[in-house]
């Protein structure tokens, strides 16, 4: 069964490599609040992907009726994007000793929460997530019906792509996490605004990408 996996591999590759928030939430969390908050955002995406995946392949009616609303799910997660990007740039505090050196600063269980919320908020408000989900499940499931067991090469196909996806993802909060140690909390500083006013950007893109798109078709 080498063909699901290879096309499992295609597709988690292509997830990996787009450019969006959600990349840029991982790095920031990473890189700001440490390992185990990156996890977190890491864990909220890879739920959000998993949720769209089966509601794309089992519940095709509920899926098409959510990209009826697409509009409205745009203008959520831009909303989403803004906000926290203002929040991000204006109000993010980094905790700082006398020394003017990082300070770990202690989560609760709550925060953690929070972090694995906002993952899957960010993701799963992105239309482009959905319409990944949504084409390629279909696209998928016709290139199964000339499989031997169709259930099992979408299995495997969707497995890898998710299995890949969140491998890289670690590994992006890894590298992130690394960088945590050799920073000063003036660049800490620097990369919170840059990070702010990438989310603001995206979600300003986002909501004159779907109006524009939605005037456009009237």
């Not at 959600?22 to 890879?46: D, N, P």
């Not at 089966?54 to 959510?66: D, M, R």
């Not at 890289?168 to 140690?181: E, G, H, I, P, Q």
Request: charged content about 10%; overall charge positive; glycine content about 8%.
């Amino acid at each position: 069964m080498l063909a699901p996996v290879l096309k499992g591999l295609l597709l988690g590759f292509l997830l990996a490599i787009s450019v969006g928030p959600v990349i840029f939430a991982i790095i920031r969390h990473s890189i700001s609040h440490g390992k185990l908050a990156g996890y977190m955002i890491v864990a909220g995406i890879s739920a959000s992907d998993i949720l769209l995946l089966l509601v794309s392949h089992f519940f095709t009616q509920l899926f098409h009726s959510l990209m009826a609303h697409k509009t409205a799910i745009a203008i959520a997660g831009s909303i989403f994007l803004i906000v926290l990007g203002l929040y991000t740039l204006f109000f993010k505090k980094i905790a700082v000793s006398n020394e003017n050196s990082l300070i770990d600063k202690e989560y609760k269980t709550h925060h953690y929460i929070g972090m694995f919320f906002s993952g899957f908020l960010i993701n799963i408000l992105n239309p482009a997530v959905f319409l990944f989900w949504f084409a390629w499940t279909a696209a998928i499931h016709a290139d199964a019906e000339s499989a031997p067991n169709p259930p099992q090469y979408q299995f495997i196909v969707f497995a890898t792509c998710l299995l890949f996806v969140l491998l890289t993802d670690l590994m992006k909060v890894s590298m992130a996490a690394k960088l945590r140690n050799q920073l000063t909390p003036k660049v800490l500083r620097t990369i919170n605004k840059i990070s702010g006013i990438i989310l603001i950007g995206f979600g300003i893109s986002l909501i004159g990408g779907v109006l524009f798109w939605g005037s456009s078709s009237h």
